[in-house]
Nanobody
Framework: QVQLVESGGGLVQPGGSLRLSCAAS????????MGWYRQAPGKQRELVAT??????TNYVDSVKGRFTISRDAKNTVYLQMNSLKFEDTAVYYC?????????WGQGTQVTVSS
C-alpha cells in the first residue's frame, strides 16, 4: 500500500508565497518521478512541475521563475510557490511514478485572492 499525503495549501494574497509538501509512504521500491498537477474550476488538470529521480525538472511555462520543485531524501516532494497570481488558484495534486505504480494525492486547495 502506498500513500501520498499533501499539505501546505491555503489562502494567500497576490504576490504571496506558499509551500506545498507531499510525503510518499508505504511499500515503495523505487521512485522514478514525483511532481504536482493542478486543476482549476472548469479546466482540465495540468502539469505544474515534476522532478525525476535524477533531479531533472520540468515546469509549465506559466510558473517558470516563480515555482520551484524539490525533493528530500525521505520521499517528500515540495513545491515552493512565489509571486502567486490569481490564475494560480486551483486544487493542487501530488503525483508519483513509483515501483509499484502510479499514484495521486488527495489534493490541496490553493486560493489566491485579495
Amino acid at each position: 500500500q502506498v500513500q501520498l499525503v499533501e499539505s501546505g495549501g491555503g489562502l494567500v494574497q497576490p504576490g504571496g508565497s506558499l509551500r506545498l509538501s507531499c510525503a510518499a509512504s508505504g511499500s515503495i521500491r523505487s521512485i522514478y518521478a514525483m511532481g504536482w498537477y493542478r486543476q482549476a474550476p472548469g479546466k482540465q488538470r495540468e502539469l505544474v512541475a515534476t522532478m525525476t529521480s535524477t533531479g531533472s525538472t520540468n515546469y509549465v511555462d506559466s510558473v517558470k521563475g516563480r515555482f520551484t520543485i524539490s525533493r528530500d531524501a525521505k520521499n517528500t516532494v515540495y513545491l515552493q510557490m512565489n509571486s502567486l497570481k490569481f490564475e494560480d488558484t486551483a486544487v493542487y495534486y501530488c503525483h508519483a511514478d513509483l515501483a509499484p505504480g502510479y499514484y495521486w494525492g488527495q489534493g490541496t486547495q490553493v486560493t489566491v485572492s485579495s
